[in-house]
């Protein structure tokens, strides 16, 4: 069955980093855009990052802009993450629909038609 595995969470003190990884599992991610999305305990679950299917275009919340860089490589989307706050705290999901245009991302969660299972990723001191 194809889903989406996300790995690279764990605990990090505030100001340090992460790298998220999203890969595919019974399909390839190549013509796909991918989105990352984060829900914190007791929050909605809100849009962090997404990437056009040929990396074209991207976009990022103000909440992660300047910190937080989406990437896709050899079919595997990367989330890299510097100077971790606190508030970054929450599961993060991956999430890709198909986009043969290469050039469209996609903000809405329902948007997506695979999403994985989550990571955590836990920012304190």
């Known amino acids: 069955q194809s889903h989406l595995v996300e790995s690279g969470g764990g605990l990090v003190q505030p100001g340090g980093s992460l790298r998220l990884s999203c890969a595919a599992s019974?399909?390839?991610?190549?013509?796909?855009?991918v989105g990352w999305f984060r829900q914190a305990p007791g929050k909605e679950r809100e849009g962090v990052s997404c990437i056009s299917s040929r990396s074209y275009n991207t976009y990022y919340a103000d909440s992660v802009l300047g910190r937080f860089t989406i990437s896709k490589h050899n079919a595997v989307v990367y989330l890299q993450m510097n100077n971790l706050k606190p508030e970054d705290t929450a599961v993060y999901y991956c999430?890709?629909?198909?986009?043969?245009?290469?050039?469209?991302?996609?903000?809405?969660?329902?948007?997506?038609?695979?999403w994985g299972q989550g990571t955590q990723v836990t920012v304190s001191s």
């Open positions: 999430a890709a629909t198909i986009s043969y245009a290469g050039i469209y991302y996609y903000i809405r969660a329902e948007d997506y038609d695979y």
């Open positions: 019974g399909f390839t991610l190549d013509d796909y855009a």
